[in-house]
């Protein structure tokens, strides 16, 4: 079945270090990919999406690519601060059906 | 608009009993779901509404769980006779239709519910 699959956490960054999350994903159909951000105490929240191989979605600092090959979404920033602290999820939502399906969820501590 | 609402924040019931918790999506969204999360864990889907018509439930969703949509608003999901293993945050979303797999959906904070 559909599933994604992302690195475990928690990871821990100095403020103003390079962040990596990996994610993977298997699907039987062609999928939009997905990261949301939990902040403490809040909602999930969508950061940035992409709906077709090879297109990058950012949003904040952040990036991923669409890398069909390889059947990943890995999410970078350049620069993380303290306020980047969260739980990031990966994410895929096939075309023609209506749920979105989740990994498991990385947390990250940034450090001052 | 606030976003999606849910109500309560919190609940804790002891095993046995029935909860219901109530979610107010975005107005204008014809979709609405619902998603169970435990600790560790992303969110897992439940059950979907287009409107007031329930269109999908997971195998996840037993019997003793039933979701309702009635007027295609606002949704409630209750759990009949509460196990320990109940204990999650249950998670409701919306979205518009017709946007295809790319939409997104938009979260509510949750409702966390310990079965004591």
């Known amino acids: 079945g559909d599933s994604v699959t992302q690195m475990e956490g928690p990871v821990t960054l100095s403020e103003e270090a390079f962040l990596t999350i990996n994610c993977t994903y298997t699907a039987t159909g062609y999928p939009s990919l997905f990261w949301y951000v939990q902040y403490p105490g809040e909602g999930l929240q969508l950061l940035l999406k992409a709906t077709k191989a090879d297109d990058k979605g950012s949003n904040k600092g952040f990036e991923a690519t669409y890398r069909k090959e390889t059947t990943s979404f890995h999410l970078e920033k350049g620069s993380v601060q303290v306020s980047d602290s969260a739980v990031y999820f990966c994410a895929l939502s096939i075309t023609g059906g209506f749920k979105t399906i989740f990994g498991a969820g990385t947390r990250l501590f940034v450090k001052a | 608009d606030t976003g999606v609402s849910q109500n309560p924040r919190h609940k804790i019931t002891k095993r046995g009993q029935n909860v219901t918790f109530r979610c107010d999506p975005i107005?204008?969204?014809?979709?609405l779901y619902w998603y169970r999360q435990t600790l560790g864990q992303g969110p897992e889907f439940l059950t979907y509404?287009?409107?007031?018509?329930?269109?999908?439930k997971s195998r996840l969703l037993s019997d003793r769980f039933s979701a309702e949509r009635p007027k295609g608003s606002f949704s409630t999901l209750e759990i009949q006779r509460t196990e320990q293993g109940d204990s999650a945050m249950y998670l409701c979303?919306?979205?518009?239709?017709?946007?295809?797999?790319?939409?997104?959906?938009?979260f509510g904070q949750g409702t966390r519910l310990t079965v004591v």
């Open positions: 979303a919306s979205s518009p239709s017709g946007g295809g797999a790319g939409t997104e959906a938009f």
């Open positions: 107005s204008e969204h014809n979709r």
């Open positions: 509404f287009q409107n007031e018509a329930q269109l999908e």
